[in-house]
């Protein structure tokens, strides 16, 4: 767990819960009251939220957003929140956390990233606003069903049975793709104007969400056209047409925003952060975050910890 100097936002690292790097998964159910609510805070991990009980606000990126029993949502890493529960409440969740590289490219490419994943790669990247008044709902038997797959993650965890890795993989995925059904009938766009275009759309927001999870591993357009199925060309040519982006210019903008908080929030060296967000030759990273920031990686973080210090107020 590291504490940063960032608007007093404590920082958790993977490490305090996920003791396999093969593995990187935890699971199991909290309930907070007035006492034990986490302060506001980021991680590293991709973290899913189950409310099984009670009611609360959740304080997400500094907005304000009301919570009850079947609510479910995602929190992506370095997105910062907590939840104010009211005095004599509790608030029951089940916590699914877990890295990206949980699922690699192999997986992906036998299961088809299409909308029977969108609950993973399209919703969690809206708008905050849209995000959270869209969120998924659960009541009566879907709730029934959600808590029970997710009761049987927790049940697998904790025993470590012999299997128990590969099988919380294929049942991670089933409830992603579960939950990704539900989102997509609860959100479902009556009779567009352009159905194509919303097709259109729907696809690069997957592709996003695709580039957004695994930023940090070897990406290539072969192998992206490979995995949606569709030609280099083409993939290139819409890509650019509704992002404004080419795909690699859209890799590096993550990759670089990325490594930005990392050197504003973290102590660890430029060359280990070129690595963490998918650059194997540090000269090449910084080269690139040069041209594309205006300073050297060594600069940006040594300006940014005198505005740090200048803006800490006294009790912080």
């Known amino acids: 767990m590291i504490v940063k100097g960032v608007g007093c936002e404590l920082r958790i690292e993977s490490s305090l819960y996920m003791e396999e790097e093969e593995f990187p998964f935890w699971i199991d159910h909290t309930v907070h009251t007035t006492r034990n609510t986490p302060p506001i805070h980021a991680h590293d991990f991709i973290e899913l939220v189950y409310v099984t009980e009670g009611e609360a606000e959740h304080l997400f990126e ?55 994943m969108d609950y993973f790669y399209v919703h969690p990247f809206l708008e905050k606003c849209e995000r959270f008044h869209r969120c998924l709902k659960l009541r009566g038997q879907e709730a029934e069903d959600i808590r029970a797959k997710l009761e049987e993650l927790a049940d697998e ?53 695709y580039l957004e999870r695994h930023y940090d591993q070897k990406i290539t357009i072969a192998s992206l056209s490979e995995l949606f199925n569709i030609s280099t060309r083409h993939l290139n040519r819409t890509f650019k047409a509704e992002t404004g982006k080419t795909v690699i210019e859209f890799i590096h903008h993550i990759r670089i925003t990325r490594a930005m908080k990392l050197l504003t929030e973290t102590n660890e060296k430029v060359i280990w952060i070129a690595m963490d967000v998918g650059y194997d030759d540090p000269a090449f990273f910084t080269r690139l975050f040069t041209r594309k920031v205006g300073c050297s990686p060594g600069k940006y973080r040594d300006q940014s910890n005198v505005e740090t210090l200048q803006s800490d107020l006294p009790g912080c």
Request: proline share 6%; glycine share 8%.
């Open 62 to 116: 500094g907005e304000h957003y009301p919570l009850s029993k079947g609510d479910v949502f995602i929190i992506n890493p370095g997105e910062v929140h907590t939840y104010q529960v009211k005095p004599n409440s509790e608030l029951g969740i089940v916590n699914c956390l877990f890295m990206p590289s949980l699922f690699n490219e192999a997986w992906l490419r036998g299961l088809g990233i299409s909308e029977s």
């Open 157 to 209: 965890f904790k025993s470590k049975r012999k299997g128990y890795s590969p099988l919380i993989r294929l049942q991670l995925v089933q409830l992603l793709i579960v939950l990704s059904r539900i989102y997509v009938r609860q959100n479902v766009i009556t009779e567009p104007l352009n159905v194509k275009a919303h097709e259109r759309k729907m696809f690069i927001q997957r592709i996003c969400g």
